[in-house]
């Protein structure tokens, strides 16, 4: 069974920086598409980050040139980052790693839809 688990949340102030981690157990593929996600309160769950199998990445506009998401080059763990900078208060919100052991739907990857695995989240808080 495919586990996801994400780690590295916290609460930092206005302009720090986090990096998050996604551990992806017994994902056995050759293609993938890795997506975080976040839920803020009273808000719907928004894809802000992807990486495909190829190395095709994309963000969001609202996090695009502050949010980095990469892959741990060991070839042993599948380990997915997102690094996160500048952060601001509206980036307050539950983030969770989302798997698909297929190519990304470019035209669809920032919803819910196309990822069979989740994970529980990592709970972000910023303060100003």
């Known amino acids: 069974q495919v586990q996801l688990v994400e780690s590295g949340g916290g609460s930092v102030q206005t302009g720090g920086s986090l990096r998050l981690s996604c551990v992806a157990s017994?994902?056995?593929?050759?293609?993938?598409?890795m997506t975080w996600f976040r839920q803020g309160p009273g808000k719907e769950r928004e894809g802000v980050a992807v990486?495909?199998?190829?190395?095709?990445?994309?963000?969001s506009d609202s996090v695009n040139g502050r949010f980095t998401i990469s892959r741990d080059k060991d070839k042993n763990t599948f380990l997915v980052y997102l690094q996160m900078s500048s952060l601001k208060p509206e980036d307050a919100a539950m983030y969770y790693c989302?798997?698909?052991?297929?190519?990304?739907?470019?035209?669809?990857?920032?919803?819910?839809?196309?990822?069979?695995?989740w994970g529980q989240g990592t709970q972000v808080t910023v303060s100003s």
């Open positions: 017994k994902f056995y593929v050759s293609r993938y598409c």
């Open positions: 989302a798997a698909d052991g297929r190519s990304c739907r470019r035209d669809s990857w920032w919803t819910e839809t196309p990822y069979n695995y």
């Open positions: 990486l495909e199998w190829t190395g095709w990445k994309t963000y």
